[in-house]
């Protein structure tokens, strides 16, 4: 079994990864909404949905100052987005995420909560890289991703060389990519990308700096799942150079 402190483990190289693309794959609705969900897709999800086209401006994306921009991607449920925009109000958070009915539960948190400082995409995360500035990105979450598990659908992982050379470009200097799976060879498959990508550094120094997550971490219900399932995560933390 692979182990993040294994990178040359995974096999794959650039080669067998596709290139950059606004590609989606993946459930994008699950069971029927609730009315009230619903009504926030409808209502709330359109004043908080990023500008369709065009280069982003992401401090004037929201309605009071900011001091840093984070960008979560694929935020499920959006337990952790909405822990990290209540606990950091003075931090714009962009949240993308194509499943509508992760997203239908975010808004009600927001709805509820009041929260101000969280911005939504509901579409494939990769095109929002593109339009964002250089060094734009304080911290950026990438936290249990799919990590299609055939052989043959590798390829479609939202880690790849091409994904962290635009993560790279969007995440200012000393900026912060957390990344979390529950599966062995998605860790070592990340590491070895970010082993040699030439904009991003992995600190660890003992085993526990990817086997313990990071201060102010909130547990999520898929890892909830995992654990009960006997599943160890991985959390990694790579400095931007």
Known sequence: MMTPDDPSATAEGPEAESPWSNTFYGR???KRLRDRQAELIADLLPRLRLPESGPLDPPALFDTPVDDIWLEIGFGGGEHLIAQAQ???NVGIIGCEPFINGMAKLLSHV???GIGNVRLHDADAVP????LPDASIGHAFILYPDPWPKRRHRRRRIISDATLA???RVIRPGGLLRFATDIDDYA???LARIGRSSDFIWQAACADDWRKPWDGWISTRYEQKAFREGR???YITAIRR
């Open 166 to 168: 635009q993560l790279g």
């Open 232 to 234: 160890k995560p991985s």
């Open 87 to 89: 606990a950091y109000r």
């Open 188 to 190: 070592a498959w990340t």
């Open 28 to 30: 994008r609705k699950g």
């Open 128 to 131: 929002v890289l593109g339009r």
């Open 111 to 113: 709805d509820e909560a």
